[in-house]
């Protein structure tokens, strides 16, 4: 019988079965173990973009200085407030954005800071139907305005995503793609754009002003780490 289990253990299944249970075991660990690290950065940045969302505004011009005061994660998600001229004949729309479940399209104006340069304000959310960056719905407020906001990377084209023509005049986006925004305008717009969260009283604002970012969400990582866990146990009793 001893022998019979020796030939057993040691024919090429079985060995084969080993083999694949030795890696599979500390592999299993090995990613576990990285996605609760990845978690424990996701917390850590979460906790830093809750600060930011949640402390006094400060003037863009301190931030921003044709994007290279601050490098680019250091200004995500900083409150700020902005003061200059939205140059209305630029204005753009980026479509295929969703709120509360409804399709529809974000409105996004340039504004010329009272400081120098421009930065692009997300002015909302209009619904389908408005397809026409200059409709009177969203026309933006003329003369100086002062408004306060929050800073966000811009888009970028990614394989086999929605991409925007790299010449020629764009009105409706697929992208709130910077880069290709500042060449429209002839001007660098310093990698971060403003959505708007309040406005200058006494001035309409159409469009519905998006929600803050959502700086609780963990991602997947402890998801996935118990995933890996599991192959580890399962190549274990293997």
């Known amino acids: 019988m001893i022998a019979d289990l020796r030939r057993v253990l040691t024919s090429p299944r079985w060995l084969g079965l080993a083999i694949v249970m030795a890696v599979l075991i500390p592999l299993g660990l090995r990613l576990g173990v990285w ?81 120098g340069g421009t930065v692009a304000v997300v002015r909302g959310w209009v619904p389908l139907g408005v397809d026409d960056p200059f409709d009177d719905v969203v026309r933006p407020p003329a003369g100086a305005v002062a408004l306060e906001g929050v800073l966000i990377p811009g888009e970028r084209p990614v394989a086999f995503g929605p991409s925007d023509p790299g010449e020629g005049r764009i009105e409706r986006f697929a992208l709130l793609d910077l880069d290709r925004l500042g060449a429209q305008l002839g001007t660098d717009l310093g990698g971060t754009y403003l959505q708007q969260v309040s406005e200058e009283e006494g001035i309409p604002l159409p469009p519905e002003l998006l929600e803050l970012p959502d700086v609780a969400d963990e991602g997947s990582h402890l998801a996935y780490a118990i995933q890996w866990f599991s192959f580890a146990v399962i190549g274990l009793v293997g």
């Open 35 to 115: 996605q609760l690290d990845r978690l424990d950065e996701r917390r850590q940045e979460n906790a830093v973009w809750a600060a930011r969302l949640s402390a006094a505004p400060v003037p863009v011009d301190v931030v921003r200085d044709s994007g290279e005061s601050l490098p680019l994660e250091q200004r995500r998600y900083l409150r700020v407030t902005a003061e200059g001229t939205f140059l209305g004949e630029e204005q753009v729309l980026v479509r295929n954005r969703s709120l509360d479940g409804q399709s529809g399209s974000w409105v996004v104006t340039p504004l010329a800071l009272d400081g």
